[in-house]
């Protein structure tokens, strides 16, 4: 690292963030970002108050556009700091549960969800929905409550770690995200998550908004895509062989079985969104990896 990065580093530093450990998320978390990418990920971090460290923030870089995400544990912070807090609960709905709800009309003519009953047995059947409730004093409980549909989509996702935890995690993932909307919209923990910013922006302090009733469904600060060379496929195919290799996979023989093995058709040349599926089904196959080798409850949260 040169002199110029250490210095460069050193100023992104805030909070109990060292210069080190800013070298630290470069180097892992932030290693798909360009160097203009990592400086505006560390300004919304900075900005904002969010730990990189502490998963309360992280990048995603697809196609060469940044995405940047809050982790529940930064909505669960920053709601105990909030004057008010008492605290929250989630639960799953599953097919063999007895569940009940209605709404009530509060002094303030405004609505909120009530939890008649939820009583269950095993088997419990496949989730089928979930509700989580934020408490604060002096306001009526906030509930978020979801069916199973609402969420399928995050399967789909084109962030790769987005994708394969969602899929192979569902029933967690569920529950940090009817949380996450429920303390969003209890504690007006809005963090500009609507503005479009690139690098070089000034990006503006967090600050309360007005309680709303309704909980908006953006989660994500997305910079706007830089200008691509039309033909993206033979950065795809690097991209592609080194993934390969990370999984050992290192022959055509190999290469072959694994697509077989895995059902996946290419053309011949393969086409740019075949090799973005590819390299998609190989980034779970090394998530997924990473996961069976590291602690589960410390993956997830």
Known sequence: MTNNQIQTYQGMAFGELAPQDVTTIRETIGKDCNESQFKLFMSIAKASGANPVMNEIYPAVRSGQLTVQFGVDFY??????????????VQLVHENDEFKMHQEKSNDGR????????????????????????????????????????????????IGMQKTMWTNYFNDMFKKHMTRRALKA????????????????????YQPRERKD????????????????????????????????????????????????????????????????????????????????????????
């Not at 419990?124 to 408490?135: L, S």
Request: aromatic share 8%; glycine share 6%.
């Open 111 to 158: 609505y909120y969800a009530v939890i008649d009953e939820h009583a269950w047995s095993f088997p419990r059947g496949k989730v089928i929905g979930g509700y989580a409730i934020a408490y604060r004093n002096g306001y009526d409980p906030f509930t978020v409550v979801m069916e199973v549909d609402e969420v399928e989509h995050f399967k789909r996702s084109q």
């Open 214 to 301: 309704i909980t908006p469904n953006q989660e994500t600060i997305t910079e706007p895509k830089e200008e691509q060379p039309e033909n993206k496929v033979p950065s795809l195919r690097d991209e592609m062989k080194s993934k390969f290799r990370k999984l050992g996979i290192t022959t055509n023989a190999k290469i072959g079985k694994y697509l077989e093995d895995n059902n996946v058709k290419m053309s011949d040349p393969a086409t740019e969104a075949e090799l973005i599926g590819l390299i998609e089904l190989l980034d779970m196959h090394l998530e997924m990896n990473e996961a069976q080798a590291a602690d589960d409850d410390e993956l997830l949260d």
């Open 76 to 89: 669960v912070r920053k709601s105990k700091e909030s004057e008010g807090y008492q605290g929250y609960d």
């Open 186 to 205: 209890a504690f007006d923990l809005n963090f500009d998550e609507d503005q479009r910013l690139e690098s070089g922006d000034q990006i503006p302090e």
